[in-house]
């Protein structure tokens, strides 16, 4: 360190240490933080009760001081040197001692009294920190943080007499520096001068100086300043840092009206002061002012701590008020919020009162209106059932369309119901081929457990036997009495078989594949348009089309079929059926949800008819599987295989026009009429535009020479079609179920 006599490079470090706790975290923060290896520790404290007794009882006060904050440093391992001052000017005396020892950090705890605080215009940390000479750095601790600093700006000066006497005392003595003169110790006391000139004391009698001890005995260790009694505070009494002397200057030798003292000598920096420079005279009336001043210090602290209970008492009273008006405030507000609330609530009440009277009307409103259109809705019903019943009283008077067989007829023709003559099964009994007025016909025999049976007998006769399509199946007659129906017999069997190609039949080529889907669509639309009402089909799948020697496509098995009033058909009020009937995989899903019935039902089992058509797969899961192909550009690996030459742009078109058809939603379902058949004839027409005789002719002529040598032989050899129609995969392929 600059100053030090070993003329080490470490700082000179100083801790300002007291009774209070403060003093204690400055030097345990100055010990972590500031004190190197090997580095020693001023303590500084400043005594400023100056005993009128013995000095022994001033050093002994001072030893009990500093006791503690050494056996720390010792615990710590620290050498530490014990610097007492005596001023009753705490913060002088450390700015005093910090010039003329050139210490280079000070470490200083924070006031922590409040009471100083309110009578004190700055604390002492504060005083000290702004009153050090620049060369030192000024650390403030508050709870063992550092809640101030201020840096030095130069560095301190090279020799320090006062330093180097403190460190030479130290190697000598083993307790404490005492700047007092000890009477046979060689230290010299180190007493803190003030400067009387600014003093208005009353004791002020020529002196111009004033021992530390003395100052400490008449200020008691009090900042309190004389607010009560009207005299000069200590603070205004004891001169601040402007009027100090120099921080790098020597102490200057103070001048006495009775004998003059002498200068700090060249070597310490200290004055030794001979006790018997006072003179009697002087003694008695220093403790003349003593005794004086003591006593109006007790009467102005008993006049402060009687007007510390009274401001106390007026507070807790004052507090007490302002609870009460808190409380009576908060009961007020409580009491506001309440009645708002309860507005509120009445007016919400008022307002769902006022909803619940709209809605009753409204829902009042809406009954009235449909029970009104419940009336007219049963009155069309009524009127549509007279309309029906008139056109059925009508029939018997018209020309029957279809013959009656007897019962002995049909049993002649089938071979008294041979299994030879069995070509299918349908759910509501066999059916036999057979030769009738020397036509191949197909022969129904209802069951006569099915219970439904008779209801689709006359339904089907009364309907099929005005029906008259080039692609509707023919009924050629039946016999009511044993509920036998006589239809035309198809040649090539279902379209189902055909491709699925059972019996090793050819495939059918695309051009046939688009007729057959117009034609079908022809025959759809015309039953959809069958007046009075339209006829709903209910059961449109592969099994239920069939071809005859000329591969044109006819529907059956309209069993099924339920009669939908015009003026409701596809519209949002539909009959409601009691069962669902059908192919699960062909059934409109609404249907099966709702059981509501309409002509856009029939389009939705058309789309999967359309996609089995040019792919040849199985209905499950079909629409799917087909637009997911489109969707990654694979349409072409869908078409069936068996035919090679597909124009895949047509059955692209022809793909996405079944789409629409098969769309789950019934309203987003294209109509037939306007969109779907124009459609189906534009590809028919493309198809036979292409089509080549060659390809299709021979194997093609061939059934149907098979089929006319048949029936010229009388030898009932039924294409495979027929046969097959008898296993699981087709109930029955000429009249369905």
Known sequence: MGPATDGSALPVVAVAV????????????????????????????????????????????AKEVLLPFRCFCRRKDVNCKDIVLENTDVPKAIVDFVSHA???????????????????????????SKNVPDFCTVYIITKGKVSSVRNAVRPAPAISPLLVKIQSQATHASGP??????????????????????????FNRGMQFLTARYSSETMSGSDVSFVSSGRPSFDR????????????????????????????????????????????????????????????????MDMYSTACKEALSAKQKAMELHRWRMEEQQKLEEARLAGEAALALAAQ??????????????????????????????????????????????????DVKYRKYTIDEIEVATEYFAESRKIGEGGYGPVYKCYLDHTQAAVKVLRPDA???????QQEVEILSFIRHPNMVILLGACPEYGCLVYEYMANGSLEDRLLRRGNTPPIPWQHRF???????????????????????????????????????????????????ASVADHVTQYRMTATAGTFCYIDPEYQQTGMLG??????????????????????????????????????????????????????????????????????????????????????????????????????????EVSLQDMGSGTLQVPSGYENSRSQYSGSNIVGR
Request: with cysteine.
């Open 18 to 61: 007291d009774k209070d706790k403060s003093s204690q975290g400055a030097l345990k923060w100055a010990l972590d933080n500031v004190v190197g290896a090997d580095q020693s520790l001023l303590l500084v404290h400043v005594n400023t009760k100056a005993s009128s007794g013995p000095q022994q009882d001033a050093a002994s006060a």
């Open 102 to 128: 050139a210490i280079e950090k000070l470490v200083v705890g924070a006031s922590r009294s409040g009471f100083v605080r309110s009578f004190r215009s700055t604390d002492i940390s504060t005083n000290i």
């Open 177 to 202: 520096l005492d700047h007092r003169n000890r009477g046979d110790a060689p230290s010299e006391t180190y007493n803190l001068y003030k400067d009387t000139e600014s003093m208005k004391s009353p």
């Open 237 to 300: 009494a004891f001169p601040t840092r402007s009027s100090y002397m120099s921080s790098d200057r020597s102490f200057e030798s103070v001048q006495s009206p009775r004998r003059s003292v002498g200068a700090y000598s060249s070597g310490t920096g200290f004055s030794s002061l001979s006790h018997d420079s006072f003179s009697s005279e002087a003694s008695e009336s220093i403790e003349a002012e003593m005794n004086r001043l003591r006593l109006e210090l007790k009467h102005t």
């Open 349 to 398: 009440e008022k307002a769902k009162c006022k909803a619940a009277v709209e809605a009753a009307e409204v829902a009042k409103q809406i009954a009235e209106f449909e029970a009104q259109k419940r009336m007219d809705a049963e009155m069309r019903v009524l009127k549509d059932s007279e309309e029906r019943k008139k056109a059925m009283e009508c029939l018997p008077q018209a």
């Open 451 to 457: 219970a439904q049976g008779k209801l689709q007998f």
């Open 515 to 565: 007729r057959i889907a117009a034609e079908i669509g022809t025959a759809l639309l015309f039953l959809h348009q069958t007046k009075p009402e339209p006829l709903v089909h209910r059961d449109l799948k592969p099994a239920n089309i069939l071809l005859d020697q000329n591969y044109v496509s006819k529907i059956s098995d309209v069993g099924l079929a339920r009669l939908v009033p």
């Open 599 to 704: 002509t856009k039902s029939d389009i939705y089992s058309f789309g999967i008819l359309l996609l089995q058509l040019i792919t040849g797969r199985s209905p499950m899961g079909l629409r799917h599987h087909v637009d997911r192909s489109i969707g990654k550009g694979t349409f072409a690996e869908m078409l069936d295989p068996s035919v090679q030459d597909w124009p895949v742009e047509e059955a692209l078109c022809l793909a996405n026009l079944a789409l629409k058809c098969a769309e789950l939603r019934r309203k987003d379902r294209p109509d037939l009429g306007t969109t779907v058949l124009p459609e189906l004839n534009r590809l028919r027409d493309i198809g036979e535009e292409n089509m080549q005789q060659v390809v299709f002719g021979n194997s093609f002529q061939t059934v149907s």
